[in-house]
């Protein structure tokens, strides 16, 4: 489905795809909840998402990618992935920008996290610009020259390699790394 436009939500709950490419297009919102994905799933190359994206408890086998994508859902979560194993990487990188929380909580991703050149914002006063919270990253996370306009938590994050922060951008200075386990 490539530069499509969607004007209602899109449902895959529990649903089994071998791949998903969503590249230039547009949506409502998308229910993806308990989803599996035998390869990768592509939300990129002008991807918009005008809702939230749920992605919670999902099983994708090669890479999540969001670059060069936008997710708006200034009230509540633009991406939720609570709960999500990623056996590749998560790319929120390269021009992604977030408008609402996106959230990672007790995720497991098999390579890394690049949010290199990611906006994240969230000021709505709840919840965070990007939420790792106990989630397991096998290889890194790469937050080089980022901007969070909001919350950054990574409480009990398990990171198995470096933990690369430099040229970011932090417009509240709350953010938690409290308990940031290296394996």
């Given at each position: 489905?490539?530069?499509?436009?969607?004007?209602?939500?899109?449902?895959?709950?529990?649903?089994?795809?071998?791949?998903?490419?969503?590249?230039?297009?547009?949506?409502?919102?998308?229910?993806?909840?308990?989803?599996?994905?035998?390869?990768?799933?592509?939300?990129?190359?002008?991807?918009?998402?005008?809702?939230?994206?749920?992605?919670?408890?999902?099983?994708?086998?090669?890479?999540?990618?969001?670059?060069?994508?936008?997710?708006?859902?200034?009230?509540?979560?633009?991406?939720?992935?609570?709960?999500?194993?990623?056996?590749?990487?998560?790319?929120?990188?390269?021009?992604?920008?977030?408008?609402?929380?996106?959230?990672?909580?007790?995720?497991?991703?098999?390579?890394?996290?690049?949010?290199?050149?990611?906006?994240?914002?969230?000021?709505?006063?709840?919840?965070?610009?990007?939420?790792?919270?106990?989630?397991?990253?096998?290889?890194?996370?790469?937050?080089?020259?980022?901007?969070?306009?909001?919350?950054?938590?990574?409480?009990?994050?398990?990171?198995?390699?470096?933990?690369?922060?430099q040229g970011r951008k932090i417009h509240q200075p709350s953010v938690r790394y409290t308990g940031v386990g290296w394996c």
């Amino acid at each position: 489905m490539e530069k499509c436009v969607f004007t209602g939500d899109i449902s895959l709950f529990a649903g089994h795809i071998a791949e998903l490419d969503m590249v230039g297009t547009q949506i409502k919102s998308l229910s993806g909840s308990r989803l599996n994905v035998e390869q990768s799933l592509n939300l990129n190359d002008g991807f918009v998402a005008n809702g939230e994206v749920n992605l919670q408890n999902a099983v994708i086998g090669g890479d999540l990618s969001c670059e060069e994508s936008l997710f708006e859902n200034a009230n509540g979560m633009a991406i939720s992935a609570d709960g999500i194993k990623v056996n590749g990487s998560v790319m929120l990188r390269n021009n992604f920008s977030s408008i609402g929380e996106v959230r990672f909580v007790d995720s497991t991703v098999g390579g890394i996290i690049d949010c290199e050149s990611g906006s994240f914002k969230n000021i709505n006063g709840s919840g965070c610009a990007l939420n790792f919270t106990r989630a397991k990253i096998e290889r890194a996370l790469s937050m080089r020259n980022s901007i969070f306009d909001g919350r950054v938590s990574m409480e009990n994050a398990l990171i198995g390699g470096a933990n690369v922060v430099q040229g970011r951008k932090i417009h509240q200075p709350s953010v938690r790394y409290t308990g940031v386990g290296w394996c």
